[in-house]
């Protein structure tokens, strides 16, 4: 079927390929005359702006959009809403923030758009493995849209099925869900990446230990010298910590055991924060959530005001004087 | 080649009969005569006693100790110990504690006798996937026991290779590792359980924003009923969290969504605990590690005296009079 | 000076007594007429609505709502905007979020009006000791209300002077501080209360591994049977961990040493949230404000999903049968 | 009485001074000769070794070891040890691991003499503030060197007393406890310095907050410029959060309010660690207390192998390459 796609970054480009692999049609925007020509150069009609894109659909039209989350996102998808026409579906692709996305649908509903969004994961290796997509939105909006996620979605492959799922939503099992009304497609994927900040700092923590195990801060008599690539790779096979993320660092560790290419600096994403928030108005317990998302609050700078604030209490009431830092 | 075990549960019976169906002659022993007939029946001989186990070997000896760790395997490693000639080997494969086994080795070292510790990942799977194992001990020793753990790994299988590990060595790709001198394979053994528990807890609190979020405390535009179940399975396909315990975790939520036969109590072990004291020996900050095991202490009490000092606080400050819990 | 005050709770009540002590003239407001009344046959003005309360102050007048924060608040500030004149300032001197300050100091501010916001702390305690307070607002709104602060507030007292302070702005060591524009009282003030929680379960924490010391769990010689009740007194004397929370405490298990009134369920109030979001939004690890706030959250809960998950978790993985919570 | 010191650092120097104040005849002894002299100098005996010490002392000898925990104390404890004689009291003052008072009492009642283990709370403070005591020992040795504790003391004071301590035990109220036997003085000791890591952490994000609420990466319309010095001063006076603790934070805040005297490098000691290990050994959840220690440990660091996990895991899924560190 027909697909604009706005915003031909890492992951709308190779979205568009993907579908264009599987045999759909689409029509591509970029701010970027350049990325909008490449992906023209590969079959995609190339168009210069937000009127010629609805211009050049069929109705009912469906346009995707793929830019960063918060004013990119709400402008574009603004700006389409007023050129767009009642049965036409504009789909969020990107990281929204779910509040964000109920207050859309039901501006959108008033001009009778569909509005629908799309957690997408699977980044750079998506074009290849296929995308996980969750996505919330009216429920006729998500089936006339289904050959799009279906081309998207990494299909059934060779994952091993779940007993007792007979009788169940066959989609799921393709790598794709229709979680729920507008918006529960982005908070769903808020989670997803909540939990991997999680699962990432229970990694990291577990790998910093084996890593200083054989430093000579410690008694000799207890100190090893580990092979943290060595250990990575043999934990993905048969052990119960073997995911993809330790596949990932399987990886990274042997081509750098010292991973000497990187700083220590960690970024993190709106999703991350939003989920610690979304735990507190739930009244959910979420100490692990936050503590991965603290550590990379951490990672970014040389020191706090906290720890000052330490050594200062400390000179007070004991005179303790700190060294500087190694 | 041939080996003795001594305790035939879940584990080591498991074990021993993935070893035979390798080839492998197993001697074998346990307090209870039934279990070691039922392993007599699938063809290992039984034995009756420590003393006979080794007589039923031939030099140089291999028994491999699969009890609860602390007092039974102390006991029986030091009873063997006695028994047993220069140049014999006493694998412990339970969840010993690292520093019992550095003690243990430089004791059995004295005698001429080996000690080989060997975590051992897989659970209840192992028999057919294979274990995934952590060694540590005298290098020749263990390359002695060889062809056991080429028997009991998973092997390569159609685990995608990870690139760069030309000329590393061969049997981390076949699921074990020897890691280091006695005490290293329990070492990273217990590593990789408090990895387990962060990871397990990394799920457990997103499950529980997800599920939650359908919960009437909520404002009603901002509720969804999320299908738990369904967002386990999908992010199995092509996601970042998809892993081992994902795949189980969409298993139990299938067969039960409301997982209504657990009653949240939750054991823990030694390994996750001594995690935590081994960071702090190192000075390694693991806030994820360390939340995951107090999260299992909590789970286990229906009310605590923490709990009891904030409200006497409130009462204090504030007049505040806690209700009861709902 | 006249004040007038919305609102006769604990906190309304108290304030209207200690200002009517330091010869302030007060007129009074509450729906319930019981709470007017009463105040009234203690010398202060009773009146029956919004209208009467604005009409028996003389411009340049001074309202002090003294609410439950959000919506109450909202519509009492905004119904005494409608009625109120310029150069006449609303105090809000509730719990409120200070966002919220800042967006109607605006919305008064186009009326001419002036908004104050007071973050008050000291609890049932403050008639007799004094409240400290934390002020938000225009610098001739807040100095106008002077004479009301610094009857307010503790005073100086027999509090030890900080050495270094010659030269600052001397209302600190009254116990008030003018914090910065409309917003600004409230947000220190909910740094206050995050920090309170922390501080609680610092407290809470220690006194549970205390009181814990002497259980059977624990192999008996080394199982001390500590009297909590002289631990928190003798702390108080002379130690790094004197506080006024410990007082309460230790009051508390004078009075009670098992703390048997307390059934352990612990209710948070919005600053302990709000503080956390805070932290998110200007990316501030804070692992121990927020571990406080979840021991809050799960302290209202028998079990949770999440611990449910893990179970499910152990018994895919290991065959775990969880036993029942004792 | 008559009392022997041996270690004349801060806390022992000061300790003789305060019971030469109260009339008690000291012995002395470090291995510095200068240290002896000072105190000699200030109406003390100085002695030049351990034997001298004993000899110097008449029956029952009571000598105070004030040395670092570890094997300087237990060096000395047991070299006394050998030179004293049954019915002779040794008194450890440090920092000593629980478990180690346990074993040398035992140890030393073999021989008839007595151990007793004091925890001391105070700092710099204590020569004119009086120390916090908490003891563990024998009843009648406790009892016997009453006159030393209550000298050391501060004394009922001006402190506010607790109501509902009729009847209970008075040596409290001056600021000493009898927590129990051999170990739990050292016991109740470590889990005050707990509490102690906790309420700091606790105060330290909560200042970091305030400190970075004027930070320009903040939309400018929520930005606030406050004081924190004179933040911590107001809360000083009738505040919930007001502690010695917060006294000693405004001292430093008023002195130099950025803290640019500090590098952000905080020590951890022993008891900090312990009251962890403890927290585990008794399954009690510690999330405040441990990551209060742990982001000691963080502050030691410039970066760390976890985050570059983190960094090495966001780059195998997401292509994301990390910025330097600002």
Same mark, same amino acid.
């Given at each position: 079927?027909?697909?604009?796609?706005?915003?031909?970054?890492?992951?709308?480009?190779?979205?568009?390929?993907?579908?264009?692999?599987?045999?759909?049609?689409?029509? =591509?925007?970029? +701010?970027?005359?350049?990325? =909008?020509?490449?992906?023209?150069?590969?079959?995609?009609?190339? =168009?210069?702006?937000?009127?010629?894109?609805?211009?050049?659909?069929?109705?009912?039209?469906?346009?995707?959009?793929?830019?960063?989350?918060?004013?990119?996102?709400?402008?574009?998808?603004?700006?389409?809403?007023?050129?767009?026409?009642?049965?036409?579906?504009?789909?969020?692709?990107?990281? @929204?923030?779910?509040?964000?996305?109920?207050? +859309?649908? #039901?501006?959108?509903?008033?001009?009778?758009?569909?509005?629908?969004?799309?957690?997408?994961?699977?980044?750079?290796?998506?074009?290849?493995?296929?995308?996980?997509?969750?996505?919330?939105?009216?429920?006729? #909006?998500?089936? +006339?849209?289904?050959?799009?996620?279906?081309? $998207?979605?990494?299909?059934?492959?060779?994952?091993?099925?779940?007993?007792?799922?007979?009788?169940?939503?066959?989609?799921?099992?393709?790598?794709? %869900?229709?979680?729920?009304?507008?918006?529960?497609?982005?908070? =769903?994927?808020?989670?997803?990446?909540?939990?991997?900040?999680?699962?990432?700092?229970?990694?990291?923590?577990?790998?910093?230990?084996?890593?200083?195990?054989?430093?000579?801060?410690?008694?000799?008599?207890?100190?090893?010298?580990?092979?943290?690539?060595?250990?990575?790779? %043999?934990?993905?096979?048969?052990?119960?910590?073997?995911?993809?993320?330790?596949? $990932?660092?399987?990886?990274?560790?042997?081509?750098?055991?010292?991973?000497?290419?990187?700083?220590?600096?960690?970024?993190?994403?709106?999703?991350?924060?939003?989920?610690?928030?979304?735990?507190?108005?739930?009244?959910?317990?979420?100490?692990?959530?936050?503590?991965?998302?603290?550590?990379?609050? +951490?990672?970014?700078?040389?020191?706090?005001?906290?720890?000052?604030?330490? @050594?200062?209490?400390?000179?007070?009431?004991?005179?303790?004087?700190?060294?500087?830092?190694?």
């Amino acid at each position: 079927m027909q697909l604009a796609m706005i915003g031909l970054g890492r992951m709308g480009g190779n979205i568009v390929r993907r579908l264009m692999r599987h045999g759909h049609d689409c029509v =591509v925007y970029d +701010r970027s005359p350049a990325a =909008v020509e490449a992906l023209a150069g590969e079959g995609a009609t190339g =168009v210069a702006g937000l009127e010629a894109l609805v211009a050049a659909l069929s109705p009912p039209r469906a346009v995707w959009v793929m830019l960063p989350a918060g004013d990119a996102t709400e402008e574009a998808v603004m700006r389409l809403a007023a050129l767009m026409q009642p049965g036409d579906t504009i789909i969020d692709g990107g990281n @929204s923030f779910y509040k964000d996305d109920i207050r +859309r649908a #039901a501006a959108l509903r008033e001009r009778g758009l569909h509005y629908v969004d799309v957690g997408t994961s699977g980044g750079v290796w998506g074009l290849d493995r296929g995308y996980c997509m969750m996505i919330g939105g009216d429920r006729d #909006a998500v089936a +006339r849209l289904d050959p799009i996620f279906a081309a $998207l979605a990494p299909g059934i492959g060779d994952i091993p099925r779940t007993p007792g799922r007979a009788g169940r939503d066959p989609r799921v099992e393709q790598g794709y %869900v229709h979680a729920g009304p507008s918006g529960a497609g982005h908070f =769903v994927k808020m989670i997803h990446n909540g939990i991997e900040y999680g699962l990432m700092q229970a990694y990291a923590e577990g790998f910093e230990i084996l890593h200083r195990k054989g430093s000579d801060e410690l008694p000799e008599a207890e100190r090893f010298d580990l092979d943290v690539a060595d250990i990575a790779e %043999v934990w993905r096979r048969g052990s119960v910590v073997s995911s993809w993320l330790l596949d $990932l660092t399987a990886s990274a560790l042997a081509a750098d055991p010292g991973l000497d290419g990187f700083s220590g600096y960690v970024q993190d994403s709106g999703e991350g924060r939003w989920t610690i928030d979304a735990a507190i108005e739930q009244a959910v317990p979420a100490n692990v959530l936050s503590a991965a998302l603290f550590a990379r609050f +951490r990672s970014r700078q040389d020191d706090t005001f906290a720890e000052k604030i330490l @050594s200062a209490m400390r000179k007070g009431f004991g005179g303790h004087q700190e060294p500087g830092k190694t």
